[in-house]
């Protein structure tokens, strides 16, 4: 889910609380049907409309003690528990072991229901120590960072000349050039969507045309000298070759250099390395649904994260939050009539391997998945929900968004994915992620998921 508008602290943390806990009990699911028309169990729009208003002092009560009241802050609280004794937790690390034990014991002492573990098996690559200087024109050393899954490079590093291009095809019709090279990419920051594809796959393409390695621009629309880290991806039958991301700035100074002719020669160490798969378990607990308790709304973030910083923002504030909406629920006294089952997905930066292994465990039970949800876009204060849907359904949605006009959070927009939960998505279940729901069938009012008192 796209979430527009400004970073959270503090008791604003608990606006998105809101929205996950007001989208999850007032939505209508999808179910194929039509939402209102001539049928007999159809419902009038106006009657749907009623029952929606219905709710109002419902949504009031999970405003009132998410911002007000004794829930204010207990999300940020937590969170900032983990991660300052935990630190980072790097999928197929010791960190990310205890981080999913403290979580189990957390949501068994939060009186949650079915809590329990799944194993799965996961990645398990380490950095090492790493080292970029440039020799040439003049000595300067640059801050890196190896991404994640490449490999290391020999003791001795790699020295080379290096190759400066701004895109893809730049680095095709320069490809003779780039024999014996590193490659640096200074691609311009459009978006993420398009500036990630150079981190993926930069190495690779880096390899097709014989270079030695891959040093990327880091994927960032602002920079303090601050290197990014992230997954990448080797492709089969091509030569595997190191890569890191360098900061905005060094990137755009060899750029400047290579156009006045410079020759840049650059000294590369990287020490990573992958080892056999890691055992490991997403995390699940429930709130049981009263009436139909075989259909799932499913609430998720990831536990995991990179080893350069603590993962309070990708993902413990999309783990936690997701957490916060099972305890406002039960603080509440509330029962939802579908079952309100939380996740939280481990080794997601490898790829969403967690989540994957998940889908094929519970894929001959997607019917009965009436809307999954995934927050890992970044914790802010929202002010509205991205949407897909029939034009039919996007009047009940902003009907049902309504009632979050107390805190200005009403806006119904379009489109979303998110790496967790594409999987169930792709089998056409309705879909949230941080603030974004994506609805591809018509919407029933029949299929409420709502809650008793």
């Not at 981190?199 to 920079?223: D, P, Q, T, Y």
């Not at 465990?361 to 897909?388: C, I, Q, R």
Request: aromatic share 8%; proline share 4%.
């Amino acid at each position: 889910m796209m979430i527009l508008g400004r970073k959270l602290t503090g008791k604003t943390m608990k606006f998105l609380l809101f929205m996950f806990v007001g989208v999850v009990h007032l939505l209508p699911l999808a179910s194929g049907k039509a939402i209102y028309g001539n049928g007999p169990s159809q419902r009038t729009f106006q009657e749907i409309k009623e029952e929606i208003a219905h709710y109002g002092d419902v949504a009031k009560s999970i405003i009132n003690l998410t911002v007000y009241g004794k829930a204010q802050n207990r999300s940020y609280e937590r969170l900032a528990l983990l991660v300052d004794t935990v630190g980072p937790r790097l999928s197929g690390s010791k960190n990310l072991e205890r981080a999913i034990e403290i979580m189990q014991q957390n949501l068994k002492g939060d009186g949650l229901e079915n809590v329990h573990l799944e194993p799965v098996k996961i990645p398990h690559w380490e950095r090492g120590e790493e080292s970029a200087v440039m020799l040439e024109p003049r000595i300067h050393k640059m801050a890196i960072l190896g991404l994640g899954s490449s490999i290391g490079t020999p003791p001795e590093g790699i020295t080379a000349e290096v190759l400066v291009v701004t895109s893809f095809d730049e680095l095709q019709r320069r490809g003779p050039d780039a024999e014996g090279k590193i490659v640096v990419y200074n691609q311009p920051y459009t978006n993420y969507s398009a500036a990630v594809q150079y981190r993926m796959e930069g190495a690779v393409e880096a390899a097709k045309v014989g270079a030695l390695a891959s040093l990327i621009r880091s994927v960032a629309s602002f920079s303090i000298y601050s290197p990014h880290t992230g997954i990448q991806e080797y492709q089969k039958g091509v030569p595997k070759i190191p890569t890191a991301c360098i900061t905005v700035e060094d990137a755009e100074m060899m750029s400047r250099m290579a156009s006045r002719g410079n020759r840049i020669v650059v000294q590369l160490k990287m020490g990573a390395k992958s080892y056999p798969d890691a055992d490991s378990f997403n995390t699940v607990a429930e709130i049981t649904g009263s009436k139909y308790p075989e259909q799932v709304v499913l609430v998720s973030g990831h536990l995991d994260s990179w080893d350069v910083g603590q993962g309070a923002m990708d993902d413990g504030g999309g783990a936690f939050i997701s957490w916060e909406a099972l305890s406002l629920i039960k603080d509440l006294g509330l029962r939802p009539k579908r079952t309100l089952r939380l996740v939280l997905w481990t080794a997601e930066e490898q790829g969403g391997v967690g989540s994957s292994q998940y889908y094929q465990l519970h894929k001959a039970n997607s019917s009965n998945y009436s809307l999954v949800m995934e927050s890992d876009l970044g914790t802010f204060l929202p002010s509205g929900l991205k949407f897909t849907g029939s034009d039919k359904a996007r009047v009940i949605m902003e009907e049902v968004m309504s009632l979050l006009q107390p805190i200005n959070i009403t806006q119904v927009l379009k489109a979303g994915d998110g790496t967790d939960i594409n999987f169930w998505i792709q089998d056409g279940v309705p879909e949230l992620s941080s603030g974004l729901c994506v609805c591809d069938c018509d919407l029933t009012w029949a299929d409420l998921a709502i809650c008793d008192p």
